[in-house]
Structures are given as structure tokens and as C-alpha cells.
């Protein structure tokens, strides 16, 4: 992968993470202000973009709950399998073993 397409990566994972937090900090101050409207009732838009918020908050909480069980699993299947890992991926490789290939 060249180097131009890294940096691309990483300019729009930069970007996707500050639209994240923004969603975030939009969602949450958009709740404490309109917390105590003035209800119109059954369709009341207020409630109707709290709800909005509220769910976007959720899907949130949830994405980052299994972004976190998910790393941990990772981790915790790495340090089981490191010792076996480090030996496969290290030690059988030719730079490893220093084998000259210059016959
Ligand atoms: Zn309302």
C-alpha cells in the first residue's frame, strides 16, 4: 500500500471520528436543552427529534460496547497464542534466520 493511500486512510478515519464526536456532543447538548419543552402531545416534534437523538446515542453506546468486547477478546486470544504466534511468525521467517539468498 503506498504511502498517499495511508494518509488517505488516515485523513478519513480523522474525519469520521471528529463527524463521531460531533454526533455525539450535538445529540447530547440538543438533549439537555429541549429536556423540559413545552409538549404539543401525541406528535409532538420536539419529542420526535429527542427520540431521534436519544436512539442516536444509543446505536453509539452499542457500537463503542462491542468495539471494546471486541478488542478485548482480540487481546486476550493474543496473549493465549502469543507464545505459538511469535514462534511462527518470527522464527520461520528467512530475515529471522538469516538465510542469504544471494546464490
Ligand atoms: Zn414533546
Do not use: D
Not at 420526535?48 to 453506546?61: D, E, G, S, T
Request: aromatic share 10%; hydrophobic share 50%; charged share 15%.
Amino acid at each position: 500500500m503506498s504511502r498517499r493511500k495511508i494518509k488517505t486512510k488516515r485523513v478519513m478515519a480523522f474525519i469520521l471520528c471528529l463527524c463521531m464526536v460531533a454526533t455525539v456532543m450535538f445529540c447530547s447538548q440538543y438533549l439537555a436543552l429541549h429536556t423540559s419543552h413545552s409538549c404539543l402531545g401525541l406528535n409532538c416534534p420536539e419529542c420526535v427529534r429527542m427520540y431521534h437523538a436519544v436512539n442516536a446515542l444509543r446505536q453509539f453506546a452499542i457500537a463503542l460496547l462491542a468495539l471494546a468486547a471486541t478488542l478485548h477478546l482480540f487481546t486476550a486470544w493474543r496473549r493465549q497464542i502469543s507464545p505459538l504466534y511469535g514462534y511462527i511468525s518470527f522464527a520461520a521467517s528467512l530475515v529471522r534466520l538469516k538465510v542469504k539468498l544471494n546464490h
